[in-house]
């Protein structure tokens, strides 16, 4: 368990792709990511694009430029529509950025923006890395339930779809009713309330699914041990997230691990949620495991 | 239960909430646009640091020109406050017609304030009282952001939390709270209770501390509502003197007040009055950029005045206002209201099936929000769209309105 004020070490995406960004700007962003991300430098939407179909988890970081006649703004806008769903982290530096161009670079979707006005700090650059890491997890995880409820013709109530979604987001660390109600906009009691009319679990069993299911995504990689995976889900120990995937599964993170934890916590999720449709007797074996991507697959 | 799953647009960061908005903010006026890109930006900074810090001095010296016209929100939080100047940024996306990143800043505060993990607070060198005040502030704001959106039970549960926080002291936060709580029960039509909790306020001696002009201003304005809805038009006329007395001619809720005193000359019969209000109010909502429910309400009581005076040219000229605003971003109740005498004026030119729409639409947002008095209101149209008020005797502070709306 890591001690009390270090930071936890969360993981990174494997590849930066980082293009048209300062030296100055690259050379942080190597201190940032140290030996946990590959760092690679492309010129041109071409190169981009090549890497982007051969690397798994990757983020695109580019800048804010304010020239909206750079070339960068015709070939980055090819590579969006080509690859709309790989997460990009915006840089505004000094000189070069304006809010025009902020508004112009959301308008093709970024998952974070980095004001470099006053200076950029590694730890700052690191987060927001980390961040993307957490909502291409989120995508991927989502992806995967939404599978599991096709397969057997259920369908994720839209109401559910979106707390869990959210709570997806945010489940790397402690995540109590009151933060889901804040990322639903809602106070906690009226969350309370807004589950219990629509027959949903309480905020809180919703936000514990959503930690369990990333848990699970840790499980299935055999690299992991249930310590590194407490720690990384900052649960106080090691027995607390034991203690949580026996309560809501019936299962030990031995038993998970063998079984494919993805895919035992999706089928237990969709039946304790008691999702609309025939559920189907689990046939764990011939699913498909949901597998973590690491830094070294690409490395 | 009032309450609904936010609409689609509603972002938990503000990374997102720029995704999701950008198409919006490039049809927006450029300076506009920056504002809230700039605001953005520099909450995504905040939602990356564990702890609570200041936006930076450049941030904030960019953004001062949008930030002054704004009202001072904390009378007794230093201005220079580190979590006061995340409220202000908040106030100025709220200001712009974007709820949600308001209330995206006021949960990254919150969260660095300790709402989810008290130990997290200890490390920012703050009090208990401290922080409960401040905590207080973020729940009164959340408040009034439910309450704006037509949340009312929601925006109830975030009020009783702040007063829950703030019981024991007379701050900025218990303000906010009792107020926030009056205008709920102004939202929710219990006018008996709007009544007695402006009466209350008023006379508090501990409130009296706290009380500056411009919280008095409003606990009159609400006073006078619950008055004129209640039928006691000469009290609710004084009350907004009284209002209006504090307030002087520099503010932005002047044109709010002239609109809510014209509503009373309406319903004293005094339409000449009221017309000479709801058009100076109309124009002064335009010129100083008053919020789009000031404007709504003059729009909608110009409208009522062409209904009642029942030129076919001016009920038309006032009705295409009122579309013109109905294709603003409107709150529910602002909608339920433009609609309602959107209604009225498509039953005056005679098109009852576009009045039955409107009357439709208007019913089951009042219905859905829980807005009471409106949902009489709309019963009370369908049953007898010809009442008619009897006007009383021009009373002192009749007059005196009649002479100040005839000036401009």
């Known amino acids: 368990m890591a001690s009390p004020g270090t930071p936890r070490r969360q993981p990174l995406p494997a590849t930066l792709l980082v293009w048209a960004l300062p030296d100055s700007v690259v050379a942080l962003l190597r201190e940032a990511v140290g030996r ?133 987001r945010y489940a790397h660390e402690p995540l109590p009713a009151s933060k889901l109600a804040a990322l639903m906009q809602m106070h906690e009691r009226t969350l309370r309330k807004y589950c219990e009319s629509r027959g949903l679990p309480s905020p809180q069993i919703i936000a514990g699914w959503a930690r369990l299911l990333v848990a699970a995504l840790y499980l299935d990689d055999p690299g992991r041990s249930i310590t590194s995976i407490s720690e990384l889900l900052a649960y106080p120990t090691p027995g607390a997230l034991r203690k949580q995937i026996l309560r809501y599964t019936t299962h030990s993170p031995r038993q998970l691990r063998t079984q494919g934890a993805m895919t035992v916590v999706l089928q237990e999720l969709k039946q304790s949620l008691q999702m609309p449709g025939t559920p189907e007797t689990a046939d764990t074996a011939t699913r498909p495991r949901l597998v973590l991507l690491r830094s070294e697959d690409v490395a | 239960m009032t309450h609904s799953l936010p609409a689609p647009i509603g972002a938990s960061s503000a990374a997102e909430w720029l995704s999701l908005a950008a198409a919006r903010l490039a049809a927006m006026p450029g300076d506009v646009a920056d504002v809230l890109a700039t605001v953005a930006m520099h909450t995504a900074t905040l939602e990356r640091h564990p702890d609570l810090r200041a936006p930076s001095a450049a941030a904030l010296a960019a953004l001062n020109p949008a930030l002054s016209p704004l009202p001072v929100q904390q009378l007794l939080l230093a201005p220079e406050h580190q979590a006061n100047q995340w409220l202000q940024l908040s106030a100025l996306a709220e200001h712009h017609g974007e709820p949600v990143l308001a209330r995206i800043i006021v949960d990254a505060l919150a969260e660095r304030l300790g709402e989810h993990d008290a130990g997290r607070a200890t490390s920012s060198g703050m009090d208990d009282v401290e922080r409960a005040e401040l905590l207080a502030l973020c729940f009164t704001r959340r408040g009034r952001m439910a309450r704006v959106a037509g949340y009312l ?91 209006y007395d504090l307030l002087g001619h520099a503010s932005a809720h002047r044109a709010e007040l002239i609109v809510s005193m ?117 019963e009370a149209l369908r049953v007898d769209s010809a009442a008619t008020v009897a006007a009383p005797a021009r009373h002192p502070a009749l007059a005196r309105f009649g002479a100040l709306a005839a000036m401009a």
């Open chain 2, 153 to 243: 039970d929601d925006a109830q549960c975030h009020f009783d939390e702040a007063l829950a926080l703030t019981r024991s002291s007379w701050r900025d936060a218990r303000l906010a709270a009792e107020l926030g709580l009056t205008n709920l029960a102004v939202a929710r039509g219990n006018y008996p209770q709007v009544a007695a909790r402006c009466t209350a306020l008023l006379a508090h001696s501990d409130a009296a501390a706290v009380l500056a002009p411009v919280h008095r201003v409003a606990l009159y304005q609400m006073r006078a509502i619950a008055s004129r809805k209640r039928g006691a038009l000469i009290d609710a006329l004084l009350d907004s003197w009284q209002a």
């Open chain 1, 36 to 168: 946990d991300a590959q760092l690679v430098v492309v010129r041109n939407g071409g190169t981009a694009t090549d890497y982007m179909r051969r690397a798994g988890s990757l983020c695109l970081v580019v800048p804010v430029l304010r020239d909206r006649f750079d070339p960068f703004w015709t070939e980055y806008t090819v590579v969006r529509e080509r690859f709309p769903n790989v997460p990009v982290v915006a840089v505004a530096t000094p000189g070069v950025s304006s809010m025009q161009a902020v508004v112009r670079l959301s308008q093709l979707g970024i998952s974070d923006l980095i004001d470099g006005n006053e200076g950029l700090r590694p730890d700052e650059v690191r987060a927001a890395l980390a961040k993307v890491y957490n909502d291409t997890t989120m995508q991927r995880i989502w992806a995967a339930l939404e599978s599991t409820c096709e397969e057997s013709g259920a369908r994720c109530p839209d109401d559910l779809a979106t707390m869990l979604r959210r709570a997806l």
């Open chain 2, 262 to 378: 014209a509503e009373t000359a309406l319903e004293c019969g005094d339409v000449v009055a009221a017309e000479a209000g709801f058009h100076n109010a109309e124009h002064e909502a335009r010129a100083t950029g008053a919020p789009l429910r000031v404007q709504v309400a003059a729009a909608v009581g110009t409208a009522r005045v062409a209904l009642v005076r029942g030129t076919r040219a001016v009920v038309l000229s006032a009705a295409n206002d009122l579309d013109r605003l109905l294709r603003q971003p409107l709150a529910p109740r602002e909608r339920a209201q433009a609609l309602m005498t959107r209604a009225a004026c498509y039953q005056f030119t005679a098109e009852p099936s576009l009045a039955s729409a409107a009357l439709g639409e208007a019913r089951e947002l009042a219905e859905r929000h829980a807005f009471h008095d409106l949902s009489f209101g709309l």
